[in-house]
């Protein structure tokens, strides 16, 4: 039987969606790491990127860490904070790394979907009477959401992608799957965990970008815009 075929009977098969080695536990394993990782994530970056957005200040800092942070290897990350006595190995160490990767994302975008917003529609706010605070929140928060959900849904794909690298520290996940059948050369299960990640992440992909379209105002959204 070929590699896809093989594949598909260890997809199939019923054994390997049971106990804490299965594919259920793993997923949640892994959707844990992930919305842990983004949470803080974006707790770190929203705050920073609205405030220096609203500034429009600071964005020559937010496009060197967005190119740095591409520039970083991964499993070199995940392996140093492992080492780091304090931290330890497995998830604990995947998801401090994680943290970092998910910021650059989010952080440029909401600088990026703020500073973005037209002064004209700034000033006029202010020229209501309304102070920064409520100029951000009700103006240009509004005015971004559409970039700042693509932020997170860009986080959120990168993470569930790179979260299988945990299983190389200890951690869990899907990765175990890949990283099992490296060690037991059983490919169909490399195969099929690597499908298993590929789906999760298309699924989120796809979630994500109907909310980006749902959260952005119309006239934005690069369609036609019909008349209320």
């Known amino acids: 039987m070929s590699l896809l075929g093989d594949t598909g009977v260890w997809l199939g098969d019923l054994a390997h969606y049971r106990g804490a080695d299965g594919v259920p536990h793993r997923l949640a394993e892994h959707l844990a790491l992930t919305g842990i990782a983004v949470g803080v994530a974006a707790l770190v970056a929203l705050p920073v990127g609205l405030v220096l957005g609203h500034l429009r200040r600071g964005g020559t800092v937010v496009t060197a860490l967005a190119n740095a942070s591409r520039a970083v290897p991964t499993l070199g ?15 604990r160490a995947a998801a401090v790394a994680l943290v970092l990767f998910a910021v650059p994302p989010i952080l440029v975008n909401t600088f990026v979907g703020v500073a973005g917003v037209e002064r004209e529609v700034v000033e006029a706010a202010r020229g209501m009477g309304m102070g920064e605070r409520r100029v951000l929140l009700s103006v240009e928060l509004p005015l971004a959401l559409g970039l700042v959900v693509a932020g997170l849904r860009t986080a959120v794909v990168q993470v569930v992608a790179t979260a299988t690298l945990a299983a190389y520290v200890g951690g869990g996940g899907l990765g175990t799957f890949i990283n099992n059948g490296y060690g037991l050369q059983d490919y169909p299960q490399v195969l099929g965990g ?8 298309l699924v989120a992909e796809v979630v994500l970008a109907g909310l980006q379209r749902l959260v952005t105002p119309v006239p934005l959204r690069g369609g036609p815009v019909r008349a209320a």
């Open 194 to 201: 690597a499908v298993l990640v590929a789906a999760l992440a």
């Open 77 to 91: 990350v995940l392996i140093v904070f492992s080492g780091i006595a304090s931290i330890g190995i497995g998830n």
